[in-house]
């Protein structure tokens, strides 16, 4: 995940306790714990399978809307790097990616309990995001 334009803050390791996105990130179905870091463009963020995410208090504020043709989980086109290139970006920007062969999924309310190995035995990706092959990267710290 890398952070294109903007700043935000993004809450890893806990999960929402409710639908109500306001409650859910300040209030009563807010889960306690995690990490809260304060990203900026340039920042870019490797996050292991199974570890829940936010971002919210996105600066400049713009409505959520998808950046790429698709429904989120991938970009739906022939041309993907042109795609990208046409992008015009303003407020919060972020994107993510999965390592290529990966596949998306996403666990709402603990439905992994108990297949967790299911979650966290994805294979060791090919090429680090920014260090490619180098062992410097997750090519050599992943284990």
Not at 6 to 28: N, P
Not at 42 to 66: C, L, N, Q, R, S
Not at 78 to 93: K, N, V, Y
Not at 100 to 124: L, P, Q, R, T, Y
Request: cysteine-free; charged content about 20%.
């Amino acid at each position: 995940m890398a952070v294109l334009t903007g700043s935000a803050t993004i809450r890893f390791g806990v999960a929402d306790k409710g639908d109500d996105l306001e409650q859910s990130t300040f209030g009563s179905a807010r889960e306690e714990g995690g990490i809260e870091i304060q990203a900026t463009a340039g920042d870019v963020f490797v996050i292991p399978a199974g570890i829940a995410h936010k971002t919210y208090a996105a600066e400049p504020a713009a409505p959520f809307a998808f950046l790429t043709p698709g429904d989120g989980h991938s970009i739906n086109v022939q041309d993907p790097r042109g795609s990208l290139a046409e992008i015009e970006f303003s407020g919060f920007t972020m994107i993510g990616a999965y390592p290529a062969g990966g596949e998306w999924n996403f666990a709402k309310g603990g439905e992994d309990i108990g297949h967790f190995d299911d979650v966290w035995s994805v294979d060791k990706p090919v090429r680090d995001p920014i260090l490619g092959e180098a062992e410097e990267g997750l090519r050599g710290l992943w284990q």
